[in-house]
């Protein structure tokens, strides 16, 4: 097999004018920040320098995924689970993306060589005019030539040996500084298992490049070609699913472009949000700073209005007391010490004094009290726009002033429940607007002769909040029965009073109409309670006719009043007859 020459690998033509050589960004370790040395390319596509690699902390994995199944593919955990021994395996953290790596059984120097990189680095050090390249076979003097043929990098003495040897006598030598007009510049890839070895050959089975003493030992009859033969189908089958890569890289930098503006767009509407809360939330508080020193305010007019009244009704009570005992103290004496004589010549002025005295009206309570509260829950109005909350009370029920409101408080039905409300006032009579009141009330029914004392009828006391109380209870038996009803333990307006249960009402079996013939339609055999009858046979009365009342009333009763309980007591027949009759 022949190989098919093509300009040299090492020289891929010259870069257009104008053009940077190389790479910059890469032909920097990303960890030591220098450029690559003995760069390793990882399973992620990040390129690292070997040595630090080999710095980098391994860790401990299991493999469960067996010795003969593809490490690269991650349907392979989805395959039939089979007993399979479980291996342990190191692995690192890619330094960049913190991929997990698992390495290979030769560790980070296994990891595949970053020619590419390698090629990079070299066009990076052409630009400081050979600065950072050292002689390829002796490590240690600068780089002055290339060798074409071999792809080494040569000093000066190395060189001139070079020459001199016959195998390389005819070898053609470039000088360093030509070389930054071209593409690539890197060595020669030698084999791994023959470094004395050029990799040109591509073992198909294997599908990995080999070379000539590959073929004869361990690839023996492995389907193999020269690189340069093959690399047009591998290079076209990478194209094509580099065609469908590219598509996705575009979607993605449009995807993070619009999630680049969505959060910027995010910021400006959080800035904005924030603005506007500072705005409220600063508005509020001035609004309740103002609020709290209107009500500090009243508090402090309320404190001085009261003081003021208790310091008055003080003096008052202060100068009706020295009255009194001037009064009291003047009539013991002059009764103790004083003649018959002197009593009676000053009696007219004492009697007139003490009377006097005896007249004055005064409150022996204080005039105010002390009961202040704070309803922080209240509406209290708006302030500066806000609303706001949290409103002062001083009024204080009174019950004496405390009244009672609702129809027939003092007649109800066995079984039927019975409701009044109680409305709760302060000391000048105004309603209280407000609820919390201690309300009590006890229904009792009267002790009877034949029985024993009977236990108080269950009653409920609902607060509406606003001065009023819903008071319900439902009396089990007719009779006599006492209600009280007291707010602070002290007895309203009315209370107590009696209330006269009498037995529940009984329903009408007929109907309320003004007449049996238009009520039942002129049927002859519908009667009515109250008497009349009509000529033709009619046994229910008519409008006009013999024995009709001459207004509506009850076909079972006769009574004139709708809502009148029923009295009928008549017999089955009757009260079959009288059911006949419809309402209109």
């Known amino acids: 097999m022949s190989e098919k020459r093509t300009p040299l690998l090492g020289f891929v033509g010259k870069l257009p004018s104008g053009t940077a050589l190389g790479n910059p960004g890469k032909t920097h370790c990303p960890l030591c920040m220098g450029l690559f040395k003995a760069p390793r390319l990882l399973p992620c596509l990040h390129t690292v320098c070997t040595t630090c690699l080999e710095q980098l902390e391994p860790f401990s ?19 039939e689970l089979k007993p399979r021994s479980l291996q342990p395996q190191i692995g690192i953290l890619c330094p960049v993306c913190d ?6 059984m030769g560790g980070v120097k296994a990891l595949t060589i970053d020619h590419l990189a390698m090629n990079d680095v070299m066009l990076e050090s052409l630009r400081g005019e050979g600065q950072g390249l050292v002689c390829d076979l002796c490590s240690d003097r600068e780089v002055e030539k290339r060798c074409q043929t071999c792809k080494a990098n040569l000093c000066h003495f190395c060189c001139q040996a070079h020459r001199r040897q016959k195998k390389t006598t005819h070898h053609t030598m470039v000088d360093l500084k030509d070389l930054k007009g071209y593409s690539r510049i890197a060595k020669a890839i030698l084999c791994p298992a023959h470094p004395a070895e050029e990799l040109r050959l591509f073992c198909e089975l294997c599908d990995r490049p080999v070379c000539r003493d590959c073929v004869v030992g361990e690839h023996r009859e492995h389907p193999y070609d020269f690189a340069s033969n093959v690399i047009h189908k591998h290079g076209d089958s990478v194209r094509e699913l580099l065609r469908g890569t590219q598509p996705h890289v575009g979607a993605l930098e449009d995807a993070l472009a619009q999630v680049r503006e969505m959060n910027s767009a995010l910021q400006e509407q959080v800035e904005a949000v924030a603005a506007d809360v500072r705005t409220f939330s600063e508005g509020y508080i001035k609004a309740i700073e103002e609020h709290r020193d209107k009500l500090l305010k009243q508090l402090e007019d309320i ?51 003490l009377t006097t005295l005896n007249r004055v009206a005064y409150n022996a309570r204080p005039g105010v009290s002390e009961r202040i509260c704070f309803s922080p829950q209240e509406k209290a109005g708006r302030c500066r726009g806000y609303e706001v909350y949290g409103v002062i009370k001083t009024k204080e029920v009174d019950p004496a002033k405390c009244v009672l409101q609702g129809e027939d408080l003092h007649r109800a039905r066995e079984k039927q429940t019975v409701s009044f409300t109680v409305l709760c006032k302060d000391a000048a009579g105004e309603s209280m607007d407000r609820g919390g009141d201690n309300v009590q009330v006890v229904v009792v029914p009267r002790d009877k002769k034949d029985r024993s004392p009977c236990s108080p009828v269950r009653t409920t006391v609902q607060d509406n909040k606003d001065g009023t109380y819903y008071v319900s209870y439902t009396p089990r038996e007719p009779g006599i029965y006492t209600v009280l009803v007291c707010v602070k333990e002290q007895h309203v307006q009315g209370s107590p009073f009696t209330v006269t249960v009498r037995k529940r009402h009984r329903s009408h079996p007929g109907v309320f109409h003004c007449c049996t013939f238009c009520s039942s339609g002129g049927q002859k055999t519908a009667r009515c309670a109250c008497g009349g009858t009509m000529p033709g046979g009619y046994l229910g009365c008519g409008h006009g006719h013999r024995g009709h009342p001459g207004r509506p009333h009850w076909s079972c009763c006769g009574k004139f009043t709708e809502k009148a309980e029923c009295t009928w007591t008549g017999g089955q027949s009757t009260a079959r007859s009288v059911l006949r009759t419809v309402a209109l």
């Open 303 to 353: 404190r001085v209005q009261k003081e003021n009244s208790l310091q008055l009704q003080k003096a008052q009570l202060e100068q009706l007391l020295a009255d009194m005992r001037t009064g009291v103290d003047f009539t013991e004496h002059l009764l103790t010490s004083g003649s018959d004589l002197e009593i009676l010549i000053t009696k007219g002025v004492v009697v007139e004094r």
């Open 99 to 104: 991929a997990q790596v698992d390495l290979p």
């Open 61 to 79: 994995v299991v493999d469960i995924r067996g010795g003969d199944s593809d490490t690269s593919s991650e349907g392979a955990v989805f395959q």
